[in-house]
DNA sequence: CTTGGCGATACCTCAAAAATATCGCCAAAC
DNA sequence: GTTTGGCGATATTTTTGAGGTATCGCCAAG
């Protein structure tokens, strides 16, 4: 049985008409004569009353259309619904990505794409750096935002891009000294308590706070650790000390703090965004639109890497 | 698109293997392919992505199989349920009757029929016999069961059988002066005090009393009515005279009361069966043939009406 | 009795589904 | 390295069957 039968015999019983259901359906009436005689063979029963006064469903012929309207409901949705998916229009996206990503790209990013795109269901997860690529070369992300580019077995299948540089900045409460200044040295903090994050989160912003430091860091030795920037941003206020975060920091809104850059300035790793080579579905080509649109420092380099993936 | 092309996506994402898949269906591969890229190129977009690991839906394949496996399932269910409503498997049967019907021949049709056809949905309506004919021609019963045959406007487009022969018979209390008697007569029965169902619901029976009694039937003045069978064979039990009622009765289950033939015999109009003459509903046929079953007296009548029917 | 409308039938045409043969590609084996 | 084998795509032919035209048979209305 095809499609088209159920098409001829729905017509049929709205017509109730053989010319005009066969005119409706752009055929002639012989055509549907025998396609519905067909139907009727294969079914083994008569679906339609033939009379003066019209055609009309048998009682198995009101069962047969009642299923029939379904299926042809069901093959237009196949259709539309396989559309929107090609499009990126439906559909999932799992994302990973490092807690700091949330301070800066994230927020405009997903209220963006949640915006362009209601109906692909967005998946996220926090996690480190280290765990990002293992996860999308194993298929449970489809994309990442990390901190420096991936490594590790299996790195050569993704495809990475910075979106974002980093620096070392400092906070400060605004009632601190330095608080006037328009930058901080390092001779000044080297006088201060200072508040890092927690190595383990993100170390590399630690090996930046002490190549900033000099290998002599006694002071990062003494100083309060917080495992992440509302924490610092939260103790630099009540005047602990000096918080020393990435430069995403100035994201946080928060009244009584003051940002400063720090001298010499000290480059973190860049936040970088990676996906499987091999994935070439549409939600995520739009979320990689929507992340061009909103991160200015990818440029032309995300194009790059699209043309010449595999 | 045509059902075929949902067939043949759902086996090659069964089979991901064109090869296999296209044996499964029983075509070559070469069709298969063809078929596929029709579907795609209908779609817009592709379905399946082909690498040398296998053939695997895209986004857009997943989407777009949800709906065909639905599609399919409703197609094979539209066949399998044009197939039962067409041999009578399901269906409604809306049955008029009159309540005496209810003592003899309907308990066990009715609880057979209900065994025989559990998925039909029968629709059971006590109405008077004057009520049915109407309702039938209009399409309001499927078939009906009166006393008498039916009678008035559009009654030549009904067709209808006897059932049951009737006649007129006593009940009395165990313990009544007739009780040990073979049969009372009418005589006997004019020197009792009488209990005969109301005129209104069934005249036929009261006309024939009326008949068995002569035309000076002063007994039947002072007669006692009851609404129905039961209420005649209640008074009768507890000693307030003799009940007159349809034959029928003895159908009811009752301690105490014993059921007597009247002399002379007086019949009663037959239960008779009607349907719509135009009617080849298969659930009818089915009823017709349960009734068969269930009504000695049917025979060969039945075979008779339904072959010479229009 | 005739006419007209409707569905079925007969027959033909042609589009397209499927079969056969072959190609191009890539990975694994040698 | 070359070869081989497996797989999907393509080219070409064959065949099926959907659809078109002409016509029939039937019945009800005029």
Known sequence: MEARHLRYAVALAEHGHFGRAAGELGIAQPP????????EREIGARLFERTRQGVFPTAAGEAFLARARRALEEIAAAEVDAGRAARGETGRLRLGFVASALLDPLPGVLSRFGRERPDVRLELHEMATSRSSPALIAGELDVAITLGPPRGAGAEHLVSVPIGRDHVIAVMSTAHPYAGQPSVSVDQLRRQPLIVSAGED????????RGLLGRDSSALGGASVARDVHTIIGLAASGVGV???PSRMRAVPRPGVR????TPGTPLPDLVLSFAARDHSPVLRAF?????GNCPEVGSALDDRLRSRT
């Not at 549907?32 to 139907?39: E, V």
């Not at 940002?259 to 720090?262: I, M, P, Q």
């Not at 990689?288 to 061009?292: E, P």
């Open 32 to 39: 549907l004569s025998k396609q519905i005689a067909d139907l």
């Open 202 to 209: 993100e170390p590399a912003v630690v090996a930046g706070l």
């Open 243 to 245: 918080g020393l975060g």
């Open 259 to 262: 940002f400063c850059e720090v």
């Open 288 to 292: 990689l639109d929507t992340i061009r």
